[in-house]
């Protein structure tokens, strides 16, 4: 009995977890572009190509990211209801909490009167009139964009939605295959790993990006304008920050009995991340790998935070409202609610047909109010001087409104383990910044790898089956 008795093999030694060296420097990178802006303005601006650069760097690796997890979340659940149900709830809810944002906004715009008594020069209104983009699609054109030309120009065009499409049928079709789709399944699952470690590779170029990005927005807007408009960022940042710890905070409770503070000090290293870049997109890869981390299924993250990403832009929402009145009333022809009402009913619609569009706060302010009332495309031209550092609070509130709208639908579904989320969140099972996966965790399910095996006739090798 001793000879056939087995010892368990010793566990591996826990590998130190260097990243957080990384986060330190992207903060000392930012402090370093604040000073580096306001000492040398006009060199600072040259450093633009850094931030830009490390940008399209994520951007590279979202397409990937986005095909691999709704292919794996969708082609292992054995029911397509599901998968709808999700869709379903995701986008009601994006509906609701877009018109709660623009009801924020509209008091809070209303009750602070930001623009009142500025002057407007035939160089601002210039400015304004720059900014209409032609880019951004009425409803119709927005909704056949979707459709990829090819199979392939999805992953190249930088459409998320064309991406999510690509991936939603992929996922469908292997789906209907049952067994003989879970080597293609177990296929995706190790190009999963291999796009996450790419990816963790580039953000050690974090530090770089967050230094060109920032210097460049200061130097080019500098303190002047930041002065002139510091009621409308003031009243904009406060109202995003009631939003997130108010609105949204009360929601999480109520539905998932979660602390928003504690869901967001999970999510500080992407937080920051948005902070030095200005751009939400930077964390789409990592809130994805994060919330399946946290307990969240895989259909659920793979088909809400996409989406959620076109559709559920709370900050931008909020941004619109305000900087609508704001432009009313400096132009000396405030609105009536019953005008504000419409105008932005309309830009609601608006900025779905905008979604990829770059810098698509200002471009779709510019385009709804030039379809909508031309009269106020002037006055656009009063806030592009702030409006970089606007957006990035349109971005960390645009990317906390879908981190806690994925936790919500995932609760909603009954597809979130309420266990782990306490484990994760209590700091029990940290995330694993080195591969941003949990290696031991597989989206094949156990009983369609055990029938692979038997087809392939393989009788080993069924790490992936142990879900």
Same mark, same amino acid.
């Given at each position: ?29 930012? =402090? ?28 590279? !690796? ?228 994060? !919330? ?70 200002? =471009? ?10 031309? =009269? ?76 692979? =095996? ?14």
């Amino acid at each position: 009995m001793a000879s056939t008795a087995r010892t368990a093999p010793a566990a591996p030694a826990a590998k130190r977890d260097r990243t957080h060296y990384l986060y330190i420097a992207v903060i000392v990178a930012v =402090a370093l572009g604040i000073a580096v802006g306001l000492a040398a303005p006009d060199a600072a601006v040259q450093l633009k190509p850094l931030g830009t650069g490390f940008v399209n760097l994520i951007k590279m !690796m979202i397409s990937p990211i986005i095909f691999c997890t709704i292919v794996l979340g969708i082609g292992s659940v054995r029911k397509a209801a599901k998968v709808g149900a999700v869709g379903g709830i995701a986008l009601g809810y994006f509906l609701v909490m877009s018109l709660v944002a623009l009801t924020i906004g509209l008091v809070v715009g209303n009750v602070l009167h930001p623009g009142e008594g500025l002057h407007l020069t035939n160089a601002i209104k210039q400015a304004g009139h720059a900014q209409v983009s032609s880019d951004a699609l009425p409803p119709v054109d927005f909704a056949l964009s979707i459709i990829p030309t090819t199979f392939v120009s999805a992953f190249t065009g930088g459409q998320v939605l064309q991406t999510l499409l690509v991936a939603l049928l992929a996922g469908f079709a292997l789906q209907a295959m049952g067994p003989v789709g879970t080597p293609v399944l177990r296929g995706i699952e190790h190009i999963q790993r291999l796009v996450f470690r790419i990816l963790a590779m580039v953000m050690w170029a974090a530090p770089i990006g967050a230094f060109g990005a920032i210097a460049a927005v200061v130097g080019s807007s500098g303190l002047a304008a930041l002065k002139s408009l510091a009621v409308l960022m003031l009243g904009f940042y406060i109202t995003c920050v009631l939003f997130v710890f108010v609105v949204l905070g009360a929601v999480l409770r109520i539905v998932s009995g979660l602390n928003i503070f504690s869901l967001l000090k999970y999510l500080a290293r992407e937080f920051l991340l948005i902070l030095s870049t200005s751009s939400s997109e930077s964390a789409l890869p990592r809130l994805i790998a994060k !919330m399946e981390h946290l307990g969240v299924s895989k259909p659920v993250v793979g088909i809400t935070v996409p989406t959620g990403y076109s559709f559920n832009l709370d900050g931008t929402m909020i941004y619109m409202t305000m900087a609508s009145l704001y432009i009313a009333d400096a132009l000396g022809t405030p609105m009536s609610v019953g005008e504000q009402i419409p105008l932005l009913l309309f830009l609601l619609v608006a900025s779905k047909g905008a979604a990829g569009v770059s810098g698509a706060g200002l =471009a779709t302010l510019a385009g709804g109010l030039q379809s909508h009332k031309p =009269a106020l495309v002037d006055g656009v031209g009063l806030i592009v001087g702030i409006d970089r550092f606007m957006s990035e609070a349109r971005a960390l509130t645009n990317f906390a409104g879908n981190a806690v709208a994925t936790v919500l639908i995932g609760t909603w579904t009954k597809e979130i383990d309420k266990e782990r989320v306490r484990q994760v969140l209590a700091g029990q099972l940290p995330f694993d910044e080195t591969t941003l996966l949990d290696e031991g965790r597989s989206a094949v399910p156990a009983d369609d790898a055990a029938d692979d =095996a038997e087809v392939a006739g393989q009788g080993g090798d069924k790490e992936l089956a142990k879900a």
